[in-house]
Every structure is written in structure tokens, then in C-alpha cells.
């Protein structure tokens, strides 16, 4: 029986027999399971150290160092493992014979997962947008709820998750809510009749914008400005301050709102177009010798 317990022994600790390479394998991937999870807390440590520090830590950037940390952590692994192994030495030294070829094959099936993880390096550097940052990508807006190797999740106003390839979002122009300054300023248009008075149109924009509970109240006040003459109504604009895009969409829901009521109690026209209709059977018959119009 002792044996046979030695004979096991040798083999579970040989990675030339079966037993040897599955438990070499499992100890390998084991140990760089371990340095992933150590590393990774390092540099959560590190995030913490910062921010107590008062120092603003990119939550992206730091994602996407762990995620290329523990790739080459694991591709590390599997070399180490290859080189204990005699039968998968050998397979790789045939392999290597014909590198040249098998890179260029891979190459070519894995251009797009190669173009996407450059892309991704390549905004985890320049940092156009962070994790948290409220974008506006062509018609979709939203936050950024996370950055991959390989794309960029974009959580939107209507609670979806938009998945962007980093190598498309690297082409793209893009509207950052959040980098630098978040205040937005906040246009809102009303057209009025020919025969309101300007004056009083003007005033109402200016009580409703001043009272408007999503105005940033640490900037200008608002203003007012004609903007054009349509040719059915006088255009004004109101122009007011908000803390965030956010409060951008809810300041323009409530002037809208309380600008027509206000308009209402005013008397204040809101005009539409008028159309003029003539029917051909009111027209005049044409005589015969009548003198023609010049």
C-alpha cells in the first residue's frame, strides 16, 4: 500500500504523466488566481490611498489596468505551465516553427478583438470620458457605467444598456456633460403674434425663467433676446443657467409648462399659421376684349 501511495505521490508531482500535468496545471492557475486577487486589491488600496488624499482617481483607467493585468497575469501562467510540461513543450516548439504563419492567420481572425483592445488602451489614456460621466453619443444620452477591453457600456435615460465597441467609440464625436464644467446653458424659443406687445412677452420669460426651481442660481440671471421675425410671429428666446444637463431637461419641461400659462393669463398670443383660401368658382369670369392686367 505505501507503495502505491509513493508511486501517486510521484506522478501527482511529475508533469510528464497525466495526474502530474492536471495537478500542475491546477496549482499554476491557482497560484496566478492568487496574484490577480492580490495585485487587484493593490491597486484598489491604491485608489483608496488617493482619494483620502483628496486626489480624483479614474475608476475607467484603474478597470482597465486590472483587466490587462490579469490577462498577462494568466498568459504568463499558461507559458510557465507549457514549459513544465515536456508534451506541450514540444507542441510549442512546433508551433514556433511556424510563427510567422500562425501570427498572420490570427492576425486576420482576430483583427477586430485586436483593434477594439488598442481602442480601449487608447481611451483609458487620453480619458475623453470617465466612469459616472453623462455623455451624448449621436442620438443616444446616458452615463457611462463601465470600460472593457472591449467595449464601453453606456447606461441610457431609459435605464438601457447601450454596448459600444471601444474602436467605433475611438472614431466617434462625442458630447461630455461632465468633463471640465457641468453647468449647461438652457435656450428656450417662443414665438408670439405681431400684435403682442414685446415688451410684456418679454417680461412674463423673464418672471417664469427667474422662478424656475432648476436654474443654477450661482450664475447670471436670466435674459431674454428677439431673435427673429417668422412670418407669422415673433420669435423670442430665453436663455437661463442650469447646474447639469439634467437639470437642463427639467428647467426647459418647466418654462414650457409655465411659460403658456403665464402667456394664457397675459393674453399673450401664441400664433399658428394663417392660410388664406381662394376657391376658383369665387374668382371673376374672364370677358372677351376686357383689358388685361398688367
Not at 45 to 73: C, F, P
Not at 87 to 115: C, P, Q, W
Not at 196 to 215: F, M, N, S
Amino acid at each position: 500500500m505505501g507503495a502505491i501511495f509513493e508511486q501517486f505521490g510521484s506522478n501527482l508531482t511529475d508533469p510528464a504523466t497525466k495526474t502530474g500535468a492536471v495537478f500542475v496545471a491546477f496549482v499554476v492557475f491557482f497560484v496566478a488566481k492568487l496574484i490577480c486577487m492580490a495585485t487587484t486589491k493593490l491597486i484598489t488600496r491604491t485608489e483608496w490611498v488617493m482619494g483620502q488624499l483628496h486626489r480624483k482617481v479614474d475608476k475607467g483607467a484603474s478597470r482597465y489596468v486590472v483587466r490587462v493585468k490579469n490577462v498577462a497575469i494568466y498568459f504568463l501562467a499558461a507559458l510557465a505551465y507549457v514549459s513544465l510540461v515536456p508534451s506541450l513543450r514540444a507542441l510549442m516548439a512546433t508551433l514556433v516553427a511556424g510563427a510567422g504563419i500562425a501570427a498572420l492567420v490570427i492576425g486576420f481572425a482576430a483583427k477586430s478583438s485586436l483593434a477594439n483592445l488598442i481602442a480601449g488602451l487608447s481611451l483609458a489614456i487620453y480619458r475623453p470620458f470617465r466612469i459616472g460621466d453623462v455623455i451624448s453619443i449621436e442620438s443616444e444620452y446616458g452615463t457611462i457605467e463601465d470600460m472593457t477591453l472591449r467595449h464601453t457600456i453606456l447606461k441610457t435615460w431609459e435605464n438601457k444598456r447601450l454596448i459600444i465597441p471601444n474602436e467605433r467609440l475611438d472614431n466617434m464625436s462625442i458630447v461630455n456633460w461632465s468633463l471640465v464644467d457641468t453647468k449647461v446653458m438652457v435656450r428656450v424659443e417662443f414665438g408670439i403674434s405681431y400684435d403682442t406687445d414685446i415688451d410684456l412677452a418679454k417680461q412674463v420669460l423673464l418672471d417664469e425663467a427667474g422662478k424656475c426651481p432648476h436654474r443654477d442660481l450661482d450664475n447670471d440671471p436670466p435674459w431674454v433676446r428677439v431673435i427673429a421675425h417668422n412670418d407669422f410671429s415673433i420669435v423670442l428666446r430665453a436663455y437661463l443657467w442650469a447646474s447639469t444637463i439634467d437639470d437642463y431637461w427639467q428647467a426647459r419641461f418647466w418654462l414650457f409648462e409655465n411659460v403658456k400659462k403665464r402667456f394664457d393669463l397675459e393674453n399673450v398670443e401664441i400664433p399658428f399659421p394663417y392660410r388664406t383660401l381662394v376657391y376658383k368658382k369665387d374668382l371673376p369670369h374672364a370677358r372677351l376684349g376686357a383689358q388685361e392686367v398688367p
